[in-house]
Structures are given as C-alpha cells and as structure tokens.
C-alpha cells in the first residue's frame, strides 16, 4: 500500500490555537516523513521532516508527533498566527526505493486574526 | 538558494493541441519530476526522471510524455491536451544521494486551462 491518508481536508482556528493535522500509512518501509506548506500561488515547500528513530521533531513553532507503532503522524502548529494560513501536505517515502514521495491529499488551513 | 522555474505561469489551449510544460532548475540537481494538483487530491506524480535521458512512470502517466535532454531540464508533454487535463502542473527537483531522501524544491505552478 502507497497511499497516505491526511486529515481533515479543511481546518479553521483563531489566532494562538494550535491547528492538527493527522497522516496515517499502511506501508511499515516508509522511513521518511516531511511536512510541505504551500501559499496560494506558490509551489509546495519544505516545512518540516522526521524519521521513525524519534517520536518528537520541533523547529519553532511546528512539531512533528510521530507514533510508529499506529502508523500516524501528524504537524501541530503552536500560536498560530493569520500568516500560517495556507495548505498543508503531509508525505511519506523509503531509503532504496525511488526517490518518489507519496503525497496526502492536503489540509487548507485558516487561521482567522 | 534553489531555484526551479517553469515557463508559464498560465497557459489556455484547445482540446486537441499539443501542449509543452517547461521547467529548469539551477542546482544541478539529478532528479525531477512531474506532478499534477487538483482540489481535494493532492499532488499525484506524472513522471519522473532521475538522470538525463532516464524517465519513470508516476501514478498518473496517461495521457502525457516527458523529455529530458539536459540535466537542467525537463519538459512535459501533452500529446493531444483534453478538457480533463485542466489542472496546475507542478515541477520538482531533489539531488540524489545514495540511501537518503532529499528535499524537493518545486517551481510556482503553472495553470492550465484546455478548453
């Protein structure tokens, strides 16, 4: 199994909640988690990423919870703020296969001042 | 910094004509690829290509072809558009290091309208 299962599709939060976004897979070789944030008009960017070697990735505000025996991992925003509306693609991929990641279907996220 | 362009930001086309998506990046990077976003599906792979001249199927290849002469470049191919290939197409690139998984940059995103 390839797919990456996201949700919610849509989230709204008032400025300083904290936003989640849940991913689950079926596929236990995946090794690779990144987290990519997309503007309107912009391509997909890299926001975050983790391994399966440790439960908790935080880079300022974001942080990646990892549960590797449940298949899930999900992006917590901590005071969110109006500038992180945007859309949200959790991802998966494994070392010796192709580089190809297998993207989730994106969470729109708003987050109203 | 990286940087991935693609030749159109917009492009309008009839059903039936031959359509070329363009995209460069400037970081020697070996690998590329294709993918289509559409609401409520997310990214889905077209192609891609992991060296010049080298391709490989993505999930949706139907319908499309690519071209990759240079390293710097690759190029998708709408043999005969159709209405339901009326998408935003987006271009990646990552460098390839043996056993490691490296970020993909992506260009802006070019919309196309088939009429």
């Known amino acids: 199994q390839q797919q990456v299962k996201q949700s919610p599709q849509s989230l709204i939060v008032q400025k300083g909640g904290i936003p989640i976004i849940n991913c689950a897979y079926e596929?236990?070789?995946?090794?690779?988690f990144p987290w990519y944030q997309q503007f309107p008009g912009k391509g997909p960017a890299l926001l975050i990423a983790?391994?399966?070697?440790?439960s908790e990735k935080k880079e300022g505000r974001f942080t990646i919870s990892f549960n590797k025996s449940a298949k899930q991992f999900s992006l917590h925003i901590m005071d969110s703020q109006p500038g992180d509306s945007a859309t949200y693609f959790c991802a998966a991929s494994y070392q010796g296969g192709s580089e190809k990641l297998v993207f989730g279907k994106g969470t729109k996220l708003t987050v109203n001042p | 910094d990286v940087k991935v362009t693609q030749s159109s930001r917009y492009l309008v086309k009839r059903t039936g004509e031959k359509v070329f998506l363009e995209c460069v990046q400037d970081?020697?990077?070996?690998?590329m690829f294709w993918y289509r976003q559409d609401p409520g599906l997310g990214l889905r792979l077209i192609y891609f290509s992991y060296d010049v001249k080298m391709k490989e199927k993505g999930d949706i290849p139907e319908g499309y072809s690519v071209s990759r002469e240079k390293k710097e470049r690759f190029s998708l191919i709408l043999e005969s558009a159709s209405t339901n290939q009326t998408s935003m197409y987006l271009c990646?690139?990552?460098?390839?290091?043996?056993?490691?998984?490296?970020?993909?940059?992506f260009g802006p995103g070019t919309r196309l309208l088939v009429l």
């Open positions: 983790i391994r399966p070697d440790v």
């Open positions: 596929n236990t070789a995946f090794d690779y």
């Open positions: 970081m020697d990077h070996e690998n």
């Open positions: 990646a690139s990552s460098k390839r290091l043996a056993g490691l998984q490296e970020t993909q940059y």
